[in-house]
């Protein structure tokens, strides 16, 4: 994306991954979209944030051997495997990542992410902490009802 792009989360259900396991992955990203699309409760906007959301936990994407030191909170953006695409940025979440990521965004407080994660010398940061915060702890629900039905999680950025 040259341009600010919009980030949202979808949450993609364990019964649609098995139906699609051999789908090349930019087909699949085209699948979930397309099943995924009405289901605004299985939904979140993360607007513009997700540059600084994934700037503030350096996510990068997940190494075919493992995961990286930052992990589980890298994977809230971009950790994960990437479907590709040309004008779209697609990541997708395993539910063991999923769950990761839930589990320790349940455990993370306000004075951990300002003292560990929220760094604004190192970052352009466009948000300031308190609305980075604010956006972390509402998305608190959608990661642990995600992890709790064993959905996998889709990021995706288009303009």
Avoid at 8 to 22: D, E, F, S
Avoid at 43 to 61: A, E, I, M
Avoid at 119 to 137: A, K, R
Wanted: glycine letters at 6%.
């Amino acid at each position: 994306c040259l341009m600010p792009c919009l980030g949202y989360l979808t949450c993609v259900p364990g019964k649609l991954m098995r139906q699609w396991h051999n789908v090349p992955p930019a087909e699949l990203a085209v699948h979930i979209s397309d099943a995924c699309l009405d289901h605004s409760e299985a939904r979140f906007d993360l607007q513009l944030w997700w540059d600084d959301l994934d700037r503030v936990f350096g996510g990068d994407l997940t190494p075919i051997s493992g995961h990286d030191e930052s992990y589980p909170l890298s994977h809230i953006v971009f950790g994960g495997r990437s479907l590709g695409g040309a004008d779209h940025i697609k990541i997708l979440k395993t539910p063991e990542e999923t769950a990761a990521a839930a589990s320790a965004l349940e455990q993370l407080t306000q004075e951990i992410f300002l003292e560990e994660y929220f760094q604004p010398h190192e970052f352009d940061l466009h948000e300031d902490e308190d609305l980075l915060w604010e956006l972390i702890c509402d998305m608190v629900p959608f990661w642990t009802g995600a992890a709790e039905r064993g959905d996998w999680v889709l990021f995706d950025a288009a303009q």
